[in-house]
């Protein structure tokens, strides 16, 4: 037998790889084809044009290359620097770690800021550097937008705004892997000279594509740049764009006509509605899990109940109420679970990492959920491991499907013997979504 195999669907919550829409499954299934006949130019051609919509730029120059996130990155960095380069960059998680990790073993000179797994970028402390850096020995500020380890989107306009008012040159490399398509994200108007993602987070594709997106200014910078590099060299992508054939090597013509269909979904839902409903899903999740809400609410009503019964009730009846009332807030407060994201500004809508109790393992969590329900969770990942899991929703996903997990995850914490009341978050979460879910635009 085989021991993957579960009834009904797979409920596929890890932040990437996500569900793959029918329709793009469809899409690829389909032979191979000569990448030299017309066909795959004049494909190519409009998905070069299509796919710079969802970096929201028109100066920029997309590269689709066969690799993934990890491959992207080296682009990004091998193109537009030299060895010895000096480069700030952000530590705030897993991802984060691992680009550096990568910058550090490409000889640059990393200056690694560091926060807190939970928290964004300290943005300080790029100030001060950048301040102190009249000598513009800074070549290039690297960023994870969105940490899927953690949940935590950092603000990239203020990141902008930092080098605009010290007025650096600095170039400006961004990790969109698991925010492009599903997050504001904006290349032309935050100044960003290299974005890239993954084909398998928010495009919904599988794995297997990365897009990297160069601004002018990074173009100029790779003419001069000396990191060795030859499958990533846009040098070589930029001759065959010129020559209108578009590939220095075999592309994969599966996952082209699968970018072709997931582009199609997305331009056909609007770009700004799958952004927001990415914003509906997170909001619901956290709905959910944050409990900050409504312990606020509930304590506010339990303070009014209060009040009402000391001016109401004799001394007898007085001491019992208030105290049954206060015990049922704590109670409340106790089940609560945490969010890892330590700031309301920096919650991610692609994905929510969710603190449980020291006496829990969180991996055993995860390890439940795809053993009795079917339920596929993220894992904690190394300094978090153990202690958070992680819910993703981001990609081609609706309300419904995510209400499945939350469910899901409440069972589970229940088996790990978790004291929480069934149907609660996801009663929160039904509360929620039943106010704010549009109608589905094309169904009118
Ligand atoms: N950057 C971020 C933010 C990610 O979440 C990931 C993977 O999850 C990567 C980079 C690495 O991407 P890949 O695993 O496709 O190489």
Redesign the pocket.
């Known amino acids: 037998m085989d021991y993957v195999y579960g009834p009904g669907r797979n409920h596929l919550f890890v ?2 790889p996500v569900n793959i829409p029918e329709q793009v499954i469809r899409a690829m299934n389909r032979n191979n084809e000569d990448y030299r006949s017309p066909a795959i130019p004049a494909m190519t051609r409009t998905l070069l044009e299509d796919v710079k919509k969802i970096f929201k730029t028109t100066s920029g120059t997309p590269f689709l290359i066969p ?7 080296e682009s990004a960095l091998t193109n537009t620097l030299s060895p010895g380069d000096r480069i700030v960059s952000f530590l705030i998680g ?3 770690l ?2 550096i990790d990568q910058q550090q073993r490409l000889n640059f000179n990393v200056d690694v800021v560091e926060s807190d797994w939970g928290q964004g970028a300290n943005l300080e402390v790029l100030a001060s550097k950048l301040a102190a850096d009249s000598a513009h020995t800074i070549k290039a500020i690297c960023i ?6 953690t949940g935590v989107t950092n603000n990239l306009a203020a990141v902008r705004k930092i080098l605009d008012h010290y007025q650096h040159p600095a170039l400006f490399l961004v ?5 492009i398509c599903a997050l504001d994200f904006r290349m032309d108007e935050w100044g960003i000279d290299v974005a890239l993602t ?4 928010a495009l919904s594709l599988p ?1 297997g594509m ?1 897009i990297v997106c160069a601004s002018p200014k990074a173009l100029e910078a790779s003419k001069t740049a000396k990191s060795l590099r030859v499958f990533f060299d846009w040098k070589d992508y930029l001759k065959f764009y010129k020559m209108g054939t578009f590939w220095p090597y075999t592309p994969s013509i599966q996952l082209l006509y699968g970018l072709r269909t997931a582009l199609d979904l997305i331009f056909e839902e609007g770009l700004d509605n799958v952004i927001a409903r990415h914003g509906r899903l997170a909001k619901a999740t956290r709905q959910s899990y944050g409990w900050k809400n409504d312990i606020v609410i509930s304590f506010i009503l339990k303070c009014i109940i209060y009040f009402v019964y000391h001016f109401v009730s004799t001394p007898s009846t007085l001491v019992p109420v208030p105290l049954a009332l206060l015990k049922k807030r704590i109670a409340v407060e106790a089940w609560g679970l945490k969010n890892c994201t330590q700031k309301e500004e920096w919650y991610s809508d692609t994905v929510t990492a969710v603190v449980v109790p020291p006496y829990i393992d969180s991996s055993e969590i995860v390890k439940r959920g795809w053993q009795r329900y079917n339920l596929s969770l993220g894992l904690g990942l190394n300094k978090v491991a153990g202690k958070v899991f992680r819910i993703g929703h981001l990609g081609n996903l609706n309300e419904l499907q995510l209400l499945g997990c939350l469910a899901g995850v409440e069972m589970v914490l229940k088996d790990v013997g978790y004291p929480v009341k069934l149907g609660s978050g996801v009663g929160a979460a039904c509360a929620f979504l039943q106010n704010t879910t549009p109608l589905i635009a094309s169904r009118i």
């Open positions: 932040p990437g690799t993934t996130g990890t491959g992207a990155w897993q991802f984060s691992l680009w994870v937008h969105n940490e899927t380890a990790d969109g892997v698991s925010s993954g084909s398998q987070k794995t990365g």
